[in-house]
């Protein structure tokens, strides 16, 4: 064989040798890949399983079917107080019972926390802190025909028809309460009936939660006119919320927490309101009727003049008639009203 030949192959065979040594130095370096420790699953509780609360129910609070569920639980800590799968009781008799002591997301749901329709004290449990229950009568006309039910809101409409000397009655009706929560209606403070579902039911009374200013006032207009109830769409909580951020009774601190923060939001959109109350009169509806209040007698003085006003003088009269002014030509005086609606 050519020395040529056999140099190039000896020289070949160095490389590769030096080359494989390299490779297995550099392979033996590397430490062996270890197989990554499995992160142990978490154990479940092996037990019976028990009715919690899915979400933080303040006193208060109806309960739904979305305010509970079933959950294993470590049989040495169940106590007699909890509701347990399987034993004797109607997960749909829990439906519409209202929160007495507050309970956290999680924690066991105790036959103490909640107070059924028609035990004692169910109606002061459903109240909101500072609340007041308040009983209105309706017909079926006033009260949407039996189409409300507890747990919804209403605005509260006041009508009535007020009576003057100088001509036909002005006749108004107006809204005093909004977004007011239903309690009962007669003496039902539940809307399913025992099949679970909605029963419309004709009622004679209404009872509704308002704040104590707010209850007095609907003390005084039942002595006024005739009450009527208008049912609120659920999506109008929205509107009342930016209505009290606009007009400025709500605030937000900055900074706050914003679990916190929606709680206090959600409290402010679900309270009833009695201001920026709106109205129409009998004119708004028919041209035939009228806008203004009626004139009354006036306590008449010295010279036929009102008692309230100096004779020969002008006074703005207490309804929409605007000023009114006395021409004495006579010993008659004439009245002259400017403006008013």
Do not use: C, H
Not at 164 to 185: K, Q
Not at 241 to 269: F, H
């Amino acid at each position: 064989m050519d020395a040529k030949k056999i140099a190039l192959l000896v020289g070949a065979l160095i490389i590769a040798g030096v080359t494989a040594f390299m490779a297995k130095n550099m392979f033996a370096g590397a430490g062996a890949p270890q197989a990554a420790a499995a992160a142990p699953a978490p154990q479940q509780p092996v037990g019976p399983k028990i009715l919690v609360a899915t979400r933080a129910l303040p006193v208060g609070t109806i309960i739904g079917p979305d305010s509970f569920r079933f959950q294993p639980w470590p049989k040495e800590l169940i106590q007699n107080a909890y509701y347990v799968e399987g034993q004797n009781f109607d997960m749909n008799s829990l439906n519409g019972t209202v929160v007495r002591t507050a309970v956290t997301a999680g924690q066991p749901i105790t036959q103490g926390a909640i107070v059924k329709p028609g035990d004692r004290g169910f109606l002061a449990a459903a109240l909101g802190p500072g609340m007041r229950a308040v009983t209105v009568p309706v017909s079926q006309q006033s009260g949407v025909a039996g189409f409300i039910f507890p747990g919804d809101r209403v605005d509260m409409m006041l009508t009535q028809s007020v009576e003057g000397e100088d001509g036909p009655a002005l006749r108004t009706s107006e809204t005093i309460i909004r977004n007011a929560r239903v309690l009962a209606t007669d003496q039902r403070t539940v809307s399913d009936n025992e099949e679970g579902k909605k029963d419309v039911k004709v009622f004679s009374t209404v009872t509704l939660e308002v704040t104590p200013r707010i209850a007095e006032k609907i003390a005084v207009a039942q002595s006024i006119g005739q009450i009527s109830l208008s049912l609120r769409s659920i999506a109008d909580n929205a509107s009342e919320l930016e209505r009290a951020i606009a007009s400025g009774d709500v605030k937000v601190p900055d900074g706050t927490d914003p679990k916190a923060e929606k709680q206090m939001l959600v409290a402010v959109a679900s309270r009833p309101v009695d201001t920026n109350t709106t109205f129409v009169t009998g004119a708004d509806v028919s041209r035939f009727q009228r806008r203004s209040v009626p004139r009354t007698a006036p306590a008449t003085g010295a010279r036929g003049a009102s008692a309230t006003q100096p004779a020969g003088g002008s006074a703005v009269d207490p309804g929409n008639r605007g000023p009114v002014v006395k021409v004495w030509r006579s010993a008659t005086p004439t009245e002259v009203t400017f403006g008013g609606k």
